[in-house]
């Protein structure tokens, strides 16, 4: 496995040139973020770190918005892609609010079920020809995401069944899926194949995979018996003395 650090996540005022500086000097050499209008890709591309993963999707809806919308802002999303060299782009089902959440409306579960799979085919379809990897992302709604139309895992593992690509996989997030599913280590295992990209933030404070319920070197130990792909640290720092040189260390001292 590879491991990548999420840039908005993990100290979010650090001074980007800085970060990057100190997360290369940790040993590390994947980095991801959400957002890449907000970022100085020439920054990130002069970082010498590869870029693994980044939002694809930020201000249009996979289950409201017209195909020709979804389209256009993926598009751009992919021409970002490839200058930075990086071959796969995470989508969300809904445009997140600064709290997280996703404004109500009244449109029904079916029609947006309906909305999402014609968004999704016409997409897989994009991403072949454009050579880039679609990851799909479940988000809890209990605590962080409320109104997020794809809230569990199994039921986002059957709209990835049904369209069936290559281009189109999961996003499996361990702290979002713990919050709503649980049985981490057997989903993962179970589903591997489906799965394409991993986060890793532990339970119930989303920070440091050392602190909380889980027990995230088990749960990677595990995990790397089926999957040889990237798991993404996607948490908010807790511990005052946190360094990425202790996460690096952390990683390093699980038993693969």
């Known amino acids: 496995?590879?491991?990548?650090?999420?840039?908005?996540?993990?100290?979010?005022?650090?001074?980007?040139?800085?970060?990057?500086?100190?997360i290369k000097k940790a040993g590390f050499h994947y980095i991801e973020f959400w957002d890449w209008r907000d970022k100085n890709l020439k920054l990130i591309e002069n970082s010498d770190l590869k870029v693994t993963n980044f939002s694809g999707n930020r201000i249009t809806s996979l289950t409201l918005d017209s195909t020709e919308r979804v389209i256009n802002e993926v598009k751009e999303s992919i021409k970002v892609a490839k200058t930075i060299k990086c071959n796969q782009i995470m989508l969300l089902s809904d445009v997140?609010?600064?709290?997280?959440?996703?404004?109500?409306?009244?449109?029904s579960r079916e029609k947006k079920t309906k909305v999402l799979i014609n968004n999704l085919k016409a997409l897989v379809k994009l991403a072949k020809k454009e050579g880039i990897f679609l990851m799909i992302e479940p988000l809890n709604t209990f605590k962080d995401h409320k109104n997020y139309f794809l809230n569990h895992f199994q039921?986002?593992?059957?709209?990835?069944?049904?369209?069936?690509?290559?281009?189109?996989?999961i996003l499996y997030d361990v702290y979002h899926m713990?919050?709503?599913?649980?049985?981490?280590?057997?989903?993962?295992?179970?589903?591997?194949?489906?799965?394409?990209?991993?986060?890793?933030?532990?339970?119930p404070y989303r920070c440091e995979p050392w602190i909380g319920e889980l027990d995230c070197k088990f749960i990677l130990k595990e995990l790397s018996k089926v999957y040889s792909g990237i798991v993404g640290f996607e948490f908010f720092v807790k511990e005052s003395n946190f360094t990425y040189e202790e996460l690096y260390r952390w990683i390093h001292s699980i038993d693969f």
């Open 155 to 169: 039921e986002t593992l059957q709209f990835v069944q049904l369209l069936n690509s290559e281009y189109l996989k």
């Open 178 to 203: 713990q919050i709503m599913d649980g049985n981490i280590v057997e989903s993962l295992k179970e589903n591997h194949q489906s799965i394409g990209y991993i986060h890793l933030a532990n339970v």
């Open 1 to 22: 496995m590879k491991f990548s650090l999420c840039i908005d996540s993990m100290y979010p005022s650090q001074d980007s040139k800085k970060k990057l500086e100190e």
């Open 96 to 107: 997140l609010q600064s709290d997280g959440s996703v404004k109500i409306n009244p449109i």
